[in-house]
């Protein structure tokens, strides 16, 4: 009986169209996820003065923000007890909400990230690979200026 509900299961699972690894798109530019966040540097603890809150981990901030409201890291804050009003703080997370900006090709539909497409415009995007197809030099990225240079 148990055998008969997992198959039935598995069955509902594969018409759902769940989307595995290779069904999401990939951009063609980077070995970067399509959503990639921006970089979020290292906050400043309160609570020392070389104690940081580095990226992507939790701190404790004001409910509600202020000029003059200070940041503390979990060890800091737990550590602190002097004129810390603690009822005035929640849990944060030190990240960014966003995420670089993804083009796609107008003729190969290929997805780039616009850091790495070195294109201003919004609309009308070609990659490198139908730049070239049409003639038209390849602006050399500062990344790769010193590339090949003796």
């Given at each position: ?22 069904d ?13 966040r ?24 004001l ?28 849990k ?59």
């Open positions: 009986m148990a055998a008969r509900v997992e198959e039935e299961d598995m069955e509902l699972d594969e018409e759902e169209g769940a989307q595995g690894p290779e999401v798109e990939e951009v063609d530019c980077c070995s970067h996820p399509l959503e990639a921006y970089n979020v540097p290292n906050k400043l603890c309160a609570g020392g003065d070389k104690c940081r809150i580095p990226q992507n981990s939790d701190y404790m901030g409910i509600k923000p202020s000029r003059n409201g200070k940041d503390y890291c979990m060890e800091c804050f737990a550590a602190e007890d002097r004129r810390i009003q603690k009822k005035l703080y929640m944060k997370r030190n990240e960014r909400d966003k995420f670089e900006k993804v083009l796609r090709c107008s003729r190969c539909q290929k997805l780039w990230h616009r850091c790495f497409s070195l294109y201003i415009e919004i609309s009308n995007f070609k990659c490198e690979e139908r730049m070239e197809k049409a003639g038209i030099e390849k602006v050399q990225k500062v990344l790769d200026a010193g590339k090949g240079q003796s």
